[in-house]
T-cell receptor, first 114, second 109 residues
Framework: NAGVTQTPKFQVLKTGQSMTLQCAQD?????MYWYRQDPGMGLRLIYY???????DKGEVPNGYNVSRLNKREFSLRLESAAPSQTSVYFC?????????????FGEGSRLTVL | AQRVTQPEKLLSVFKGAPVELKCNYS??????LFWYVQYSRQRLQLLLR??SRESIKGFTADLNKGETSFHLKKPFAQEEDSAMYYC???????????FGAGTRLFVKA
């Protein structure tokens, strides 16, 4: 019962470095999401994928790219990391094509950009 | 535009006291509203959704469209209720779930 799995759990980067956060779900869900969590600001949607083959911008997409590799996997890439991207990142998935139900979350990935 | 506002960053109550976590939203259509909870060292998880009109762990929440609110209530708080609570809104027929800033509830013995 893995649910939503994110890797890595922790990462420290220097300004300008790139990295990819990986997310995989084993619940056969159609929709997947990336959020960032910052103190006092809650969770903010970065990108989402309503279904395999589609991706769309959320509230705070600048500085990020995503790939919906297949139905199971949805990755988030930082091409040139900045200190403002220091955050905890959460991947989530939901069952239907229409996001009218429960989101299932991963454990989070803590990223620090120096 | 969608917006969810949780005015309290921190709420501290004594065990056995009533608790109310406030949530106000802004949305022009018919929203779907949720409360999520994050206990220490656990994943963020759904607590309840307005469409189900359910009570989970003694918590209830009523959607008030006139006041655009979805406050979370429990008549008698327990220490195990201490957690971070997030109110969330999904636009009907859409794909975006927007979260509030969260309220940390601390229940004192």
């Amino acid at each position: 019962n893995a649910g939503v799995t994110q890797t890595p759990k922790f990462q420290v980067l220097k300004t300008g470095q790139s990295m990819t956060l990986q997310c995989a779900q084993d619940m056969n869900h159609n929709s997947m999401y990336w959020y960032r969590q910052d103190p006092g600001m809650g969770l903010r949607l970065i990108y989402y994928s309503a279904s395999e083959g589609t991706t769309d911008k959320g509230e705070v997409p600048n500085g990020y790219n995503v790939s919906r590799l297949n139905k199971r996997e949805f990755s988030l890439r930082l091409e040139s990391a900045a200190p403002s991207q220091t955050s905890v990142y959460f991947c989530a998935s939901s069952p239907g094509l229409m996001n009218t139900g429960e989101l299932f979350f991963g454990e989070g990935s803590r990223l620090t950009v120096l | 535009a969608q917006r969810v506002t949780q005015p309290e960053k921190l709420l501290s109550v004594f065990k056995g006291a009533p608790v109310e976590l406030k949530c106000n939203y802004s949305y022009s259509g018919s929203p779907e509203l949720f409360w999520y909870v994050q206990y220490s060292r656990q994943r963020l998880q759904l607590l309840l959704r307005h469409i189900s009109r359910e009570s989970i762990k003694g918590f209830t929440a009523d959607l008030n469209k006139g006041e655009t609110s979805f406050h979370l209530k429990k008549p008698f708080a327990q220490e195990e209720d201490s957690a971070m609570y997030y109110c969330a809104l999904t636009n009907t027929g859409g794909f975006k779930t927007i979260f509030g800033a969260g309220t940390r509830l601390f229940v004192k013995a």
